[in-house]
């Protein structure tokens, strides 16, 4: 699971995530790269890895990421549903 945390009472936490050269995973968004945008004072489940190696086979998990505070929100991608309560939703402290 990677959780990202904005610990600024004033900006927004742009974070993008690339795993494309990760090997043999699966992850909740559906998408090896991802974009986000958590307030701030709130924390985000930025995805849940799951393993879909078989018994002999290789798997690796690697990333980059970048981050950035800024003043105004961008939209995730992919799409969270935050009025829904998406899981990946981000939450106040």
Partial sequence: ???????????????????????????????????????????QIIFLVEWTNEENEKAKMEYVYRSQHVQQAQQAIPDIFIAQNDFHSYRPF
Avoid: C, G, Q
């Fill in 1 to 43: 699971m990677f959780i990202a945390e904005n610990l600024s009472v004033i900006n927004f936490l742009n974070f993008e995530i690339d795993l494309n050269d990760s090997i043999r995973i699966r992850n909740s968004r559906k998408s090896l790269s991802t974009y986000n945008s958590i307030p701030p004072r709130h924390r």
